[in-house]
């Protein structure tokens, strides 16, 4: 009877000690849990901030971030959430603009990075502001263009505000009309002159598409022509383009009138009349004329 008692109260008393001990762990967890909760918290970044955070990012992928600035060219320069600060202004001749606090600045020659970078470091260092994230559009490109002359739907300066290929440039200026040449003559600013077939501009790979560069000519020469009348459904003036037969500028020009004869096709070459198979090439300034058959 005693050894049962014994054994009760032994049991009894390891039970305790078990439930003291996960009182104790309880408390433990419980406390730990308290400190956490009641342990200062970190503000969550504001959304502008974050924003700020990526902008240089952002930037440094812009299509226009490799843009040289130059005289001409308008910029907006701004401080995020610093709205006293934003200045929107031309470059002046000597290629600066003047900046609150910082004035008179020379920006010619600066990428909107490289300047957006040095702006930053000159409002930091005079106390201006403790960490600025300046932000450079460019809200007009004047300084560096190319030129597109001849004949294309809108001749006269395309801005190079990235690198762009001369394909791109050709349909910038709404392409080329249709008496212009089948291929553009690229006159570098510092020499030398490139001829590119259209055909190869618009299916060839890169190398047949090189990229422009500012101050570059671009011109799409007119087409040489050829004339044809006579006893044709259209006559006119006509492009010549590559291989054109006495066959297919018939065709072009609406085929024979009624009245018109194959056999009374006569073609004037440097101001002598020659007689030319259908099949023979039409040359530029060569005058076509379709004679009348007899009936």
């Known amino acids: 009877m005693g050894f049962v008692v014994m054994n009760i109260r032994a049991r009894s008393f390891r039970n305790l000690v078990i ?17 956490q909760t009641t342990a200062p918290i970190a503000p969550p970044k504001p959304a502008a901030v974050a924003a700020a955070q990526e902008a240089p990012k952002a930037d440094a992928n812009n299509a226009n971030a490799g843009y040289v600035l130059g005289p001409d060219d308008v910029v907006e320069v701004s401080v995020l959430g610093q709205p006293e600060f934003t200045t929107r202004s031309r470059i002046r001749a000597d290629g600066t603009i003047v900046l609150p606090y910082v004035g008179s600045t020379a920006v010619a020659g600066d990428t909107p990075v490289s300047l957006a970078k040095r702006i930053a470091g000159v409002l930091k260092a005079g106390g201006y ?8 559009e460019i809200a007009g490109f004047a300084s560096r263009y190319v030129i597109v002359l001849g004949a294309v739907a809108q001749p006269g300066l395309q801005p190079v505000d990235r690198p762009y290929r001369v394909s791109e ?30 055909e190869k501009l618009a299916t060839g790979d890169a190398t047949d598409d090189p990229f422009v560069l500012p101050g570059d000519k671009v011109y799409v020469p007119p087409a040489e022509t050829y004339y044809i009348y006579g006893q044709i459904n259209s006559p006119g003036v006509y492009p010549l383009r590559d291989k054109l037969t006495l066959r297919k500028a018939i065709a072009r020009s609406g085929g024979l009138g009624a009245a018109g004869s194959e056999k009374k096709i006569s073609v004037y070459r440097d101001g002598k009349k020659t007689s030319l198979a259908l099949d023979e090439p039409i040359l530029p300034d060569d ?9």
């Open 169 to 198: 440039i050709v349909a910038r200026a709404g392409g080329i009309r249709g008496d212009g040449a089948d291929f553009v003559i690229v006159r570098r600013e510092k020499g030398g002159e490139l001829k590119l077939p259209f």
């Open 129 to 136: 502001y403790s960490n600025p994230i300046v932000s450079i």
């Open 287 to 295: 005058v076509v004329v379709v004679g009348q058959r007899s009936f």
């Open 19 to 35: 439930a003291v001990s996960a009182m104790a762990s309880l408390g433990a967890l419980t406390g730990a849990a308290v400190a």
